[in-house]
């Protein structure tokens, strides 16, 4: 090993050890209180002299408990000031450090069946977002609800759980329920309650194995017999894709499981698999527009999106430069300013073929973010994710990033765990649009702070 990678790996470790103490000042009794005691509100969302005594608040710690007595706040809102969830996240950000917010940026492959060192380590020590499963990891339903079950009871914040369960060829749960129909099987009846009934089946599925959220359904529109599309897509055309894959989304979100749009802006016409190789579209910004984008212009309209995925493709006609997850024109001038989408956007795999023979994972996820994304797909274990995590430090102190762009996809993933009912939200916050019949968790009246003890 060379003296360059002996420093950079002190380094790396030495940040990764500031990272663990900053997080141990949450420790146990954080995570006793899931977080719901940081929805006290500042003075800007209500009148500061209106206070108002809590009851003593008993937290259990461990083996431990702590008994606060009664401490004084101001009052959640009042009539005519509602709160919104974007208020209440910016209060759960304002009680983060950086460290744990560059973490819910991330989405973390498991490794192995159990709860293992390095999968302890990627949620507890580096406090990913989100945990990603595939087939190799889920041996038997009760292994696979136990090592979900364990990475929640671990996690500070709540995590997104995820996989890919597209039915067809790309079904991660097979060995569990057997085979399930594809998108072009599905879409081939013609029949939105099939498609409806079959998104609601695969999310009653998931959940329950503990999953909250999917990578599907595909929303491409197939124009060519691609490699990576076989199979994967609704129809040939964009109304048949968003009706039928409207309908399997909102089955699926009314069974409680989340859905990721995917592949952002498109992979119908790639002729070549992008987990191999770099797809090149040469399509015209107007047939890009009518065609590719018109699913997700259709599907973000119906307020039901809540999670899109991009992809390895270069589309020459909107940026010749930059593979479309790391591109500031299709992320942040199409995606959110062109079609006014401020859900969540996840990128697909860093490690693919068309980011990776170019870029390491954690200088694409410097780059991701910077496009307009929110969530990086891609780590697999701690020191990855830790990389990763120090890269976008690093970005912040060179200016190339900025603490508020940071804030500003921490606020979307942890509106989007609010709306899932995976973070406690206080009552009397505006009405919440639903996620399909998805119902939200809400707090019983308001929640107050503990005494704050460090002066």
Not at 177 to 184: K, L
Not at 330 to 347: A, S
Request: contains cysteine; charged residues 15%.
């Amino acid at each position: 090993m060379s003296q360059r990678g002996h420093n950079s790996q002190s380094r790396q470790s030495r940040q990764s050890q500031q990272r663990q103490q900053g997080r141990g000042r949450w420790g146990a009794l954080a995570r006793a209180m899931t977080l719901a005691a940081l929805l006290v509100l500042s003075a800007c969302a209500a009148n500061p002299n209106a206070v108002k005594s809590s009851p003593a608040v008993k937290v259990q710690a461990e083996n431990s408990s702590i008994t606060y007595t009664a401490t004084h706040y101001p009052l959640h809102w009042n009539p005519s000031r509602p709160l919104s969830l974007y208020t209440v996240a910016n209060e759960y950000i304002a009680h983060m450090t950086l460290d744990q917010e560059l973490g819910q940026l991330i989405i973390a492959a498991l490794s192995d069946t159990d709860y293992n060192a390095n999968n302890a380590g990627m949620v507890e020590q580096e406090g990913v977002g989100g945990i990603l499963l595939y087939t190799v990891n889920m041996k038997t339903k009760d292994q696979t609800r136990q090592l979900i079950a364990t990475a929640q009871a671990h996690a500070t914040i709540p995590l997104l759980v995820l996989t890919d369960e597209e039915g067809g060829y790309v079904d991660r749960l097979q060995q569990f329920y057997g085979f399930r129909p594809s998108a072009s099987m599905i879409g081939a009846t013609g029949d939105p309650s099939y498609a409806k009934q079959q998104g609601y089946k695969t999310g009653q599925d998931m959940a329950t194995l503990g999953f909250n959220a999917d990578f599907a359904p595909d929303v491409d529109v197939q124009l060519v017999n691609g490699p990576d599309q076989m199979t994967r897509t609704f129809g040939t055309t964009p109304d048949a894709v968003t009706t039928m894959a409207g309908a399997y989304m909102t089955g699926m979100q009314d069974a409680g499981v989340t859905v990721c749009l995917k592949h952002f802006p498109g992979l119908g016409a790639a002729t070549t698999d992008a987990h191999l190789s770099l797809p090149v579209i040469k399509r015209t910004r107007d047939q890009i527009e009518s065609v590719e984008l018109a699913p997700y212009r259709n599907l973000i309209a119906t307020g039901q999106v809540q999670m899109i995925m991009t992809t390895d493709l270069l589309m020459p006609a909107i940026d010749p430069t930059m593979p479309a997850e790391l591109s500031q024109p299709i992320i942040t001038g199409i995606l959110r300013q062109e079609l006014g989408y401020n859900g969540v956007v996840v990128t697909d795999a860093l490690y693919m073929d068309g980011i990776s023979k170019k870029w390491t994972e954690a200088q694409a996820g410097v780059l991701a973010i910077e496009a307009g994304d929110d969530m990086l797909v891609g780590p697999f274990s701690t020191d990855q994710v830790s990389w990763m995590i120090s890269a976008l430090k690093d970005a912040i102190n060179n200016h190339q990033l900025s603490k508020e762009r940071i804030d500003e996809s921490v606020r979307r993933i942890l509106t989007l765990k609010m709306r899932m009912g995976l973070l406690p939200v206080p009552a009397g916050i505006a009405p919440v649009p639903p996620l399909g019949s998805m119902n939200v968790q809400v707090v019983d009246g308001p929640v107050a702070l503990p005494p704050n003890t460090n002066g």
